[in-house]
């Protein structure tokens, strides 16, 4: 299989630990479950199972492509029974036994995980933002253009930090059109 040659490739050029994010979209890639389960077993992939979010172009996602994380995780879990694992960050971990690799979920739908996530992201113009689905960003680049201090700089990210909301405001049911794709918020 061509991805278990690029993991041991990966590895022999010095990067550990390899991780993989898997978006799943029911129809689309959700074949594949069980087989990428399959790497983590056998080969020391790090791999997240992301559920399909509505970030970006809503007119393009459907509650029909979504799955959820428990979904996910039973179309597996008969083959490779996994146990909850500690990680980092706002996925679950789970390791099949004796695996050499993890399993994360990521799934803010089914699996509200905002008071565990631990993310900033920057965007592509500059920006720092606290929720994927919070328009609010904090402007870092045009401080760092200027010369900004350490503490001009520490104060920006607190800004971002405690702008992060204890739950994700977004409403599945009046799904809007964003601006911001995921490439343009830095996922």
Request: aromatic fraction near 8%; include cysteine; glycine fraction near 8%.
């Amino acid at each position: 299989m061509k991805i278990q040659r690029g993991i041991k490739k990966a590895h022999e050029l010095g990067f550990d630990p390899v991780k993989n994010n898997m978006v799943v979209k029911r129809g689309m890639n959700d074949n594949e479950i069980e087989d990428f389960a399959d790497l983590t077993a056998h080969t020391p992939l790090h791999l997240r199972f992301i559920s399909y979010m509505p970030v970006g172009l809503q007119k393009k996602w459907s509650v029909e492509k979504y799955i959820s994380a428990g979904e996910i995780k039973k179309r597996f879990n008969p083959l490779y029974p996994a146990e909850k694992i500690t990680g980092n960050g706002p996925a679950m971990y789970f390791k099949i036994k004796n695996a050499k690799g993890t399993i994360g979920f990521i799934d803010c739908i089914g699996d509200e995980f905002c008071m565990m996530c631990n993310r900033l992201r920057l965007t592509a113009d500059g920006k720092l933002r606290s929720c994927l689905f919070k328009e609010q960003e904090v402007d870092i680049k045009t401080a760092l253009r200027s010369g900004c201090s350490d503490e001009e700089l520490e104060n920006i990210f607190r800004r971002a930090i405690t702008a992060k909301p204890k739950i994700h405001p977004i409403d599945f049911k009046d799904l809007r059109t964003w601006e911001r794709t995921m490439s343009g918020i830095g996922g």
